[in-house]
């Protein structure tokens, strides 16, 4: 049974930081590239970040210099480092993992919220 536990998510002011986890079982793990999508209220689900499984990153346009993400194969786990975080990041954060076009699994989401 596949498994993708996102955990990090919280509140927290304009300017801060916070680090998503999100660990994986049930698959293996160094074959998939792994992402990070946001889902605002009212707005379409949208790609933040990823990482091939070479570890090849990108990131959208609205999180580069500010958001990082990384990969630990040996524990399975992708994580994604905000800093400066901005009101406009506040989104239900869910980890992705796929490999090619049929394998691709989804967390159940983890909450963040930038406020003061």
């Known amino acids: 049974q596949v498994q993708l536990v996102e955990s990090g998510g919280g509140l927290v002011q304009p300017g801060g930081s916070l680090r998503l986890s999100c660990a994986a079982s049930g698959i293996t793990f160094r074959n998939y590239a792994m992402a990070w999508y946001r889902q605002a209220p009212g707005k379409q689900r949208e790609l933040v970040a990823a990482?091939?499984?070479?570890?090849?990153?990108n990131y959208a346009d609205s999180v580069k210099g500010r958001f990082t993400i990384s990969r630990d194969n040996a524990k399975t786990t992708v994580y994604l480092q905000m800093n400066s975080l901005e009101r406009e990041d506040t989104a239900v954060y869910y980890c992705n993992a796929h490999w090619g076009v049929r394998l691709d699994f989804w967390g159940q989401g983890t909450q963040v919220t930038i406020s003061s």
């Open positions: 990482v091939s499984s070479g570890g090849n990153t």
